[in-house]
């Protein structure tokens, strides 16, 4: 099946410094990538959807300014979390669109960022 | 708009018992629907997925649902248990396009030996 990648798996930062997390497609082109967000215990919740080529389209109260999505290629799309808080800390899934036939398609998810802010 | 609920946030069953996970959905458009897997720490794996064909549906590791309309329901079932089932499940419920999917808030599965 289908592989999406996601880098870094784990990443510590410190309160105010900025935190990229890349997710690609490893074996298929994704014109349309996802990013959710996971706090313990919980369901995933969609955070924006993310166009290959055109800004990312935001889920209502989610901050476009504090979490910059970048689709800069079909493989790749990036989440930026900005001056980084602890209450950014969190689980960040990312998952990919494989069209199929007829408009119909399949999602893939990466394995996971776990961002921790100190 | 489309929602699923998830009956008991966790379900503990015995080693070789019948493994039933309850899903619930609405939906104004015929939907898609799914079960995801989640291990500790990872992300989610595809276990099945019902898009108007068969009602039901077989999956990975030995997991089947079944589409019933008339209930709204796609339960996930397995026969028999093994350790390894122990993780979260999700339900999700999508459109035709399986782009937007709104997933239900989860039920952990453990497996007593």
């Known amino acids: 099946g289908a592989v999406v990648s996601q880098h870094p798996s784990w990443v510590i930062c410190k309160s105010g410094t900025s935190v990229k997390i890349e997710c690609r497609s490893l074996?298929?082109?994704?014109?349309?990538m996802f990013w959710y967000r996971q706090f313990p215990k919980q369901s995933l919740m969609l955070m924006a959807t993310s166009n290959e080529g055109s800004k990312a389209t935001y889920e209502q109260g989610v901050e476009k300014d504090k979490f910059l999505i970048n689709h800069a290629s079909l493989t790749l799309s990036t989440l930026t979390v900005t001056s980084a808080h602890p209450e950014d800390s969190s689980f960040y899934i990312c998952s990919a669109l494989l069209a199929g036939v007829g408009n119909t398609g399949e999602l893939f998810f990466g394995e996971g960022s776990r961002l921790t802010v100190l | 708009a489309q929602s699923v609920t998830q009956l008991g946030s966790h379900v503990s069953v015995s080693e070789g018992a019948l493994v039933l996970l309850r899903c619930n959905y609405s939906s104004s458009v015929p939907p898609y629907l799914f079960w995801y897997v989640q291990y500790p720490n990872q992300g989610l794996q595809l276990l099945l997925k019902y898009t108007s064909a068969a009602t039901l549906v077989k999956g990975i590791n030995g997991f089947e649902a079944e589409f019933k309309k008339s209930e709204t329901s796609f339960h996930l079932t397995k026969p028999s248990a093994h350790m390894s089932d122990a993780a979260e499940y999700f339900c999700a419920v999508s459109d035709w396009s399986a782009s937007k999917i709104i997933f239900g808030s989860g039920t952990r599965l453990s497996i007593r030996p």
């Open positions: 074996d298929f082109q994704a014109t349309t």
